[in-house]
């Protein structure tokens, strides 16, 4: 990979008609983030976060963008866009089964969230939540 191009990392805030969002945990991790895949070339962002609500037997609505970020990590330079969707859910998977799990205001206080998470959702409250 060319050293001066970024990959792409494409993430997702979803949340849906109950006010559940969706967080994801890579298998190994304790750590909960907002579900996210890097872009592949010639990939339409929108498909990919149209596709992560998809896995979890939700509905997509529309992918809003929310913001653009650069990052560097362990010395790889990252780009990561991050959009907003609404999402109808068909179901919720249990814990054992691992995967994104759609999760309420009060279910996420007493998560392990990742740093980028923490700063993402703060940046998005307003949008997400106005009246609390």
């Known amino acids: 990979m060319d050293a001066?191009?970024?990959?792409?990392?494409?993430?997702?805030i979803a949340v849906d008609d109950d006010q559940r969002m969706l967080l994801a945990r890579k298998p190994g991790t304790v750590m909960w983030t907002l579900p996210w895949d890097?872009?592949?070339?010639n990939e339409d962002p929108s498909r990919v976060v149209r596709n992560l609500i998809r896995e979890t037997g939700a509905s997509p609505g529309v992918p809003r963008g929310q913001g653009i970020e650069s990052a560097v990590e362990h010395g790889e330079h990252f780009l990561?866009?991050?959009?907003?969707?609404g999402?109808?859910?068909v179901w919720k998977?249990?814990?054992?089964?691992?995967g994104p799990l759609w999760w309420s205001l009060d279910?996420?206080?007493s998560l392990d969230l990742t740093a980028r998470a923490k700063s993402t959702l703060v940046h998005a409250w307003p949008q997400l939540w106005p009246n609390l």
Not at 38 to 41: G, I, N, P, R, S
């Open 4 to 12: 001066a191009r970024p990959r792409i990392r494409v993430h997702v």
């Open 38 to 41: 890097y872009l592949k070339t």
């Open 80 to 85: 990561d866009l991050t959009f907003r969707c």
């Open 87 to 89: 999402a109808e859910r």
């Open 93 to 98: 998977a249990t814990p054992w089964q691992g």
């Open 107 to 109: 279910e996420m206080t």
